[in-house]
Structures are given as structure tokens and as C-alpha cells.
């Protein structure tokens, strides 16, 4: 984009209306840089009050244990437990949207007709805005007590279910981004594979995938890292037992559910107030690192796609 | 021989073909069946909703145990914090596009921001929340009342903060849309315009910004759905589980009192009041008429804001191409 349009006749202006235009341009640089300084204030304030977390607790004990005791006498604060919790509540949710979001991005970027996609796509659209404390209420309502027949699983709140749940609010994403990186291949790449003779699964599978697989796994990683950072549904229907298991049929207890769940309660400028600050601050690292990682992804598919057409 | 050849192919291509449209058809089904379950959960929501839903149930205050009486409050406070939410972000958003979009060139500082910007739409919202208590609430709260000698007016959860943390919360949003919206209308119009003779604010005052109107207007309206559906950042900033009292202050004039909102104060909020009814409920069967209730309030809501913004965006670009195609 060009931007040095008026050079000659800009001098000719008078001192003050130059003087004008030079203080609106800071009042927008300034506000601009407020995006900059609330992403400086939240690092520097999280990171400030997980530093008094480690000097308060101690970094080993937030990984040598294996319990999230924070009210006991003898309290502890284990992150392990909360980290499975989490990694058993995302997995299997970015798993199951995965598969079924990218199905739906195939369907309407290669399979649906234009006037089908104009339909399911706003609709898509509006149910990826639906709240996500609804999509927790609807689980525990009613979701649970079909899931506890199906799965047979001993306690009514568990890790699979939230998955379910975070799965309901992934598929859109997922399956969007999938839409927009399979509509940015060049079309001559399928009418050159149709002219070979190729049906159209074998072309999908083949050909437009292949071509689009930074575009969709940025997708998947995007989702991975809304799942980790999710509250409201893990909240209600993961059971927020903080055990250390494997099981996925077990409750589980999340970071973000803990943080939600203890803030409220909390003794201000007590350690478990600051253990609080350290798992969030764990959490805003590790999407802060997953965002970077999907965006990376997503500026390389997109010089790959502009060499090619 | 070669007979055999070419049947073994039309067998290889017919088998194949029948294969294909296997998979198409999966690939269809299984898309059907997720804009089923779709449509089950929004039906869900409304058939059991839609039967509690009267004008008392939409304006009375709740009575005995939130099972009785209505959700005036919740509707109440969920606006007031909106609507200074908006207040707070939306100016500053729409600044930063034009900053972004009209004044920067690719330089540190442009880069600086758009990292930022993006950076900051995947924090998640707990972390959001945890920042706006410890910051908002503890830091500067506790600063302007140690200033002003409010006692514990401001040092603690209220309005006003939940409202600044949303805005922190969905300053991407604004500022993403806004930049899409100015960086699709034709530069000839910025360069009419200067060849003119006027200068680059009245280029944006006067051309780009009404031109861009409904593109910017998808941003706010966005950002305002979604800062009403978010629940987890508010749940430690002044949200109430029950309040009768509307969070209300009275502007003394002397001659008339104007109710305005009290940003010192707690509030009731439909996503936080749709939490404890779903999970501190005494008794889940006499309050699940309510819970729909609320529930559909809140996605009615919801689905009409979002509706909105699509249809805005629709108008917008229908606006866009036509200016382009006039070229």
C-alpha cells in the first residue's frame, strides 16, 4: 500500500494546520499503544505475583508434589494434578472436534452447494457465539445423565463429558478455519486434477488437503489452545476432584476451573492467593507459546499459497 | 489382452468411483448430523425456555431462593456493565484501527501493535480476570481510595472494573474488525480526497470513517455479544448472587434526581446468574423453569447481536464491492 501521497502541496500548509495533524497522529499513536500496554501490564502484573508465589512457596513444591491441597492445615500446591486435569480435558475434546470440525469445513468448502453454505455458515457463525456458560448448563442438565447411561461411568461429572462440552464450542472454530484454508487453494489445482481423471474424495484427500495442511493444522492448534484456556465448561462439568489420574472416565480438575473456582474465596496477599497467580501465569505462557506456534503456521501457508498462484 | 486391460480399468475406476461416493456421502452426513445436534441444543433451550418467559419474569426481582419472581436485575446489571464497557473500549479501539490502517507505516511500532493485538486475543479470559482483579480491583482501586480517602469505596470489586477488564477482553475484537473495515475501502478515495486539497484527518473524519460506518459497526456489535456471554473475568469482579437493588446512584441536581448507574457498585449478571442457578441450586427441579428461562434470555440476546452483525457485515460488503466495481 502506498502511503506517500501528498508531498508537494503538504509544504505549502500553514504552520498551525501541520501542528493539527501532527497531534492527531500521536492521539492515534497513543491509543494504539494501549493494546501494547495492557499486554506489557498483564506479563509484568502476573509475572510479579507468581515471583511472590516462588518466594512465598517455592518453585519446587508446585512440581515435587502430587496434591492441590490449598485450604488444609498442611496445604499443598501441586500444579501436576491440574496440569493432567487440563491436558485430559483438551486432548480428547481437540481430538473429537478435529475429526468432526474438519469434516464440516470439507463439506462446505469443496462439497455444499453455494446456496446450502449460505445458509449453514452465518448459522455456523451465530452458534460460535453462543455463550459458553449456556453450553456448560445444557451439560449438566442434560447431557450428563444421557452420558452416565452411555459411557457407563461411575461419577456423573468427568473429564470426557467437558470434553463433549468444549467439543460443542470447538467444531465452529475448527471447522471455519478449515473452510477459509481449503477456499485459499487456487482452484486450477482441482481442475487440473479433475482433467486427470481423479474423483472428487481422491482430490479432497489428495490434492486440496495436502495443499491446505498448515492452514488446517493452525486450526487444530488455535483449538487446542481455546480448550486449555476454557473456564466456564470445564468449570461445571468436570467435577473439579483434584486426583491424580489417567482415567478420562474420572472428575478431573483444570487450571483455569481452579483459578475460577478458589479466586473468590481467597485471603488477599496469602500464599494460596499467590499460588492462584502462578498457575495463571503458567496458563499465559503456554497459550501465549501454542498462539505464537498456530500464527507461525498460518504466515508461512500464506507466502506457500502466494508463490503458488 | 488388451481387452482384459481395459476391463480391469473400467472394474479399478468403477469400484473407486463407488468408494468416492461413499466417503462424500459420510463426509455429508456426518456435516447433517452436526447442524442437527446444533439445531437440538438451540431447540432445547427454547422449548423449555420460551414457557417462563412473561413480562414479570423479565422485569420482577427474584424471591424465595430464585425460584419465584424474576431476573429485572440480572437483565439491569448485565447492561449497565455492557454499556460502560462499551463506553470505555470502543473509542479507543476504533482509534487504534485508524492509527493502525491510516497513519502507520510498516515500521517497529506498527509491527509492535499488531503483535500485541493479536497476542492479547489469545489470552484467555481467566487470565483476563485475574489480571482485572489484581490490577483493577487491588492496584488501582486501592490507589484511589488510599488518594481520595474513599475508605473502601473503590478498592473493591464493582462495576466499573468488571466493565475495564471486559474492555481489555474484547479491545481486539473492535480493533481487528475496524482495521478490515478501513483497509477495504479503495484508496482512491483517500487520494480524491487529498488531491482536494483536505487535510488527512478531515480525509478520515469526513470520507473514511462514514464509509466504513457499518464495517466498524460489526466490530462493536461483536465485541458487545461477546463480552455479555462471557462469564469467567466477572465472576470475581463484583458479581452478586442475589440483589434485590438495582445498582443505581442519584445525580443530585437540586431540582431533579437522575438515576444513573452506580459503577461503585455490585451487580446481578444473566451469564453469572445462569452458573449459580445451573451449579448452587438447593433444589435443581423446582429451578429448572428458571434456569431455561434465563438461559434463553441470555442467547436470545446473544444469537440477535450476532445476527445483527452479520447482516451488517453483509451490507457492508455489499456496500465495498459496489464502490469497487463503480471504479
Redesign the interface.
Known amino acids: 500500500?502506498?502511503?506517500k501521497?501528498?508531498s508537494s502541496?503538504a509544504k505549502k500548509?500553514t504552520f498551525k494546520?501541520t501542528l493539527?495533524?501532527k497531534a492527531?497522529?500521536y492521539?492515534?499513536?497513543l491509543?494504539?499503544?494501549?493494546?501494547?500496554l495492557?499486554?506489557l501490564?498483564?506479563f509484568l502484573?502476573?509475572f510479579k505475583?507468581a515471583i511472590s508465589a516462588i518466594n512465598n512457596i517455592g518453585i519446587t513444591e508446585f512440581f515435587k508434589n502430587i496434591e492441590w491441597y490449598p485450604t488444609s492445615e498442611n496445604s499443598r500446591y501441586s500444579i501436576i494434578p491440574l496440569i493432567l486435569g487440563t491436558l485430559l480435558t483438551a486432548i480428547p475434546a481437540t481430538i473429537i472436534s478435529s475429526l468432526?470440525g474438519i469434516?464440516?469445513g470439507?463439506?462446505?468448502s469443496e462439497?455444499?452447494s453455494g446456496k446450502t453454505r449460505e445458509i449453514?455458515k452465518?448459522?455456523?457463525?451465530?452458534?460460535a457465539?453462543?455463550?459458553?456458560?449456556?453450553?456448560?448448563?445444557?451439560m449438566?442438565?442434560?447431557g450428563s445423565t444421557y452420558f452416565q447411561e452411555l459411557f457407563n461411568t461411575g461419577t456423573r461429572l468427568n473429564a470426557l463429558l467437558a470434553a463433549f462440552g468444549l467439543s460443542?464450542i470447538l467444531?465452529p472454530t475448527i471447522s471455519s478455519l478449515t473452510e477459509d484454508a481449503l477456499r485459499a487453494v487456487p482452484n486450477n489445482l482441482r481442475m487440473a486434477s479433475y482433467a486427470l481423471g481423479i474423483?472428487?474424495?481422491?482430490m479432497i484427500k489428495n490434492v486440496v488437503i495436502p495443499a491446505a495442511i498448515s492452514g488446517v493444522s493452525a486450526g487444530i492448534i488455535l483449538g487446542f489452545?481455546r480448550a486449555?484456556?476454557?473456564?466456564?465448561i470445564v468449570?461445571?462439568v468436570s467435577g473439579n476432584a483434584a486426583e491424580l489420574t489417567l482415567n478420562i472416565l474420572h472428575s478431573v480438575r483444570t487450571i483455569?476451573a481452579t483459578?475460577?473456582g478458589e479466586?473468590?474465596e481467597v485471603a488477599?496477599g496469602s500464599p494460596h492467593y499467590y499460588a492462584?497467580?502462578f498457575i495463571?501465569t503458567f496458563?499465559?505462557i503456554i497459550?501465549?507459546i501454542?498462539?505464537?506456534i498456530s500464527?507461525l503456521i498460518i504466515e508461512r501457508m500464506r507466502k506457500k499459497l502466494n508463490k503458488m498462484n | 489382452m488388451v481387452n482384459r486391460f481395459k476391463e480391469n480399468i473400467k472394474k479399478k475406476s468403477y469400484s473407486d468411483s463407488i468408494f468416492d461416493n461413499v466417503m462424500i456421502s459420510v463426509i455429508r452426513i456426518i456435516s447433517f448430523l452436526l447442524i442437527i445436534i446444533f439445531v437440538l441444543i438451540l431447540g432445547k433451550i427454547f422449548y423449555e425456555g420460551i414457557e417462563v418467559i412473561n413480562w414479570n419474569f423479565l422485569t420482577g426481582i427474584p424471591k424465595s431462593n430464585i425460584s419465584k419472581g424474576g431476573i429485572g436485575p440480572a437483565i439491569f446489571g448485565t447492561m449497565a456493565v455492557s454499556i460502560i464497557m462499551l463506553i470505555l473500549a470502543v473509542p479507543v479501539g476504533i482509534f487504534s484501527a485508524i492509527y493502525i490502517n491510516e497513519f502507520a507505516k510498516d515500521t517497529f511500532w506498527l509491527r509492535l501493535i499488531r503483535a500485541s493485538v493479536n497476542s492479547l486475543a489469545g489470552v484467555p479470559s481467566i487470565v483476563i480476570g485475574l489480571f482485572g482483579f489484581g490490577f483493577f480491583v487491588l492496584f488501582i482501586g486501592k490507589s484511589i481510595d488510599n488518594i481520595l480517602k474513599t475508605g473502601m469505596l473503590f478498592g473493591q470489586p464493582a462495576i466499573i472494573w468488571a466493565s475495564a477488564t471486559l474492555a481489555v477482553l474484547v479491545l481486539p475484537t473492535i480493533i481487528v474488525t475496524t482495521t478490515e473495515a478501513l483497509n477495504s475501502i479503495p484508496l482512491t478515495f483517500r487520494q480524491a480526497s487529498l488531491g482536494l486539497g483536505a487535510s488527512k484527518w478531515q480525509t478520515i473524519r469526513y470520507i473514511i470513517l462514514p464509509q466504513a460506518r457499518s464495517g466498524i459497526l460489526t466490530g462493536v456489535i461483536l465485541a458487545l455479544s461477546r463480552s455479555i456471554g462471557e462469564t469467567a473475568p466477572i465472576m470475581f469482579l463484583g458479581c452478586a448472587f442475589f440483589l434485590p437493588n438495582l445498582p443505581l446512584a442519584h445525580l443530585d441536581l437540586s431540582i431533579i434526581q437522575i438515576p444513573i448507574i452506580n459503577p461503585a457498585d455490585q451487580f446481578m449478571h444473566l451469564a453469572y446468574h445462569i452458573f449459580i442457578l445451573a451449579t448452587q441450586s438447593s433444589n435443581p427441579t423446582l429451578t429448572a423453569p428458571f434456569q431455561y428461562g434465563t438461559t434463553l434470555v441470555l442467547v436470545l440476546i446473544t444469537l440477535l447481536l450476532n445476527l445483527t452483525a452479520i447482516i451488517f457485515r453483509f451490507r457492508f460488503r455489499k456496500i465495498i464491492e459496489v464502490v469497487k466495481r463503480n471504479q
Open positions: 500500500m502506498t502511503k501521497y501528498h502541496y500548509r494546520s493539527v495533524e492527531v497522529k492521539f492515534f499513536f491509543n494504539g499503544m494501549i493494546s501494547v495492557f499486554l501490564l498483564i502484573f502476573l505475583e468432526l469434516t464440516l470439507i463439506y462446505l462439497i455444499a449453514i452465518p448459522f455456523i457463525e451465530i452458534f457465539g453462543l455463550p459458553t456458560v449456556v453450553i456448560g448448563f445444557l449438566l442438565a442434560v460443542i467444531i474423483n472428487k474424495f481422491a489452545g486449555i484456556g476454557e473456564t466456564m468449570l461445571m483455569t483459578i475460577a479466586l473468590g488477599i492462584l497467580f495463571g496458563l499465559l497459550t501465549f501454542i498462539n505464537l500464527e
